[in-house]
């Protein structure tokens, strides 16, 4: 069993994956990690990334230091559940240089509207907490969110009508 990924536990991921990259790359971080790096929890279970390029010496590193850290790592992003706009990577917010790697919050509108159509308890509060920061404009979520709904279809596990109910209700009433 790994352990929960704190700040010291994703810094030393991070460090270590930036020094493994032998190429100039990208590493966008969502979810739980961006939420313990911004400060609003202490840790998460799992450290969520995404690569770019996705090489094999990355993929390698990663498999390496799950072990070595006692860290759990997922190869996802919010453009793997829910549509994504074009221009993420430029929404997305750099936290660090680590080696060939920088480091980016994967856009955070992508992320707020991705945990709202997840819908755990978790989420709600982590979409609370990247409003209460400035992360993500509620007014902004929603024209985000009306972009993306024409490809919902492109998502079979999603019900339209029930995201955009759960949207209006996360952001429609802080505009």
Avoid at 61 to 83: G, M, W
Avoid at 85 to 109: A, I, K, M, N, Q
């Amino acid at each position: 069993m790994r352990e929960l990924a704190d700040l010291d536990r994703i810094r030393r991921f991070m460090r270590a994956l930036g020094n493994a990259a032998d190429r100039d790359g990208a590493c966008y971080l969502t979810g739980g990690a961006t939420a313990v790096l911004l400060g609003w929890r202490d840790s998460t279970i799992d450290v969520d990334v995404r690569l770019a390029p996705e090489t094999d010496a990355l993929l390698r590193a990663i498999q390496r230091l799950k072990d070595e850290l006692q860290l759990n790592v997922e190869l996802v992003s919010p453009a793997d559940f829910i549509p994504v706009r074009p221009g993420w990577e430029d929404r997305s917010v750099f936290v660090t240089r680590e080696g060939s790697l920088s480091f980016y919050h994967f856009d955070p509108y992508a992320q707020a509207l991705a945990k709202v159509e997840r819908g755990h308890a978790q989420d709600q509060g982590d979409v609370e907490a990247m409003i209460e920061r400035g992360l993500v404009e509620p007014s902004k979520a929603l024209a985000y969110f009306e972009e993306i709904e024409p490809d919902l279809y492109r998502f079979p596990a999603i019900d339209p009508g029930a995201f955009r109910r759960q949207v209006e209700e996360a952001f429609a009433t802080r505009r």
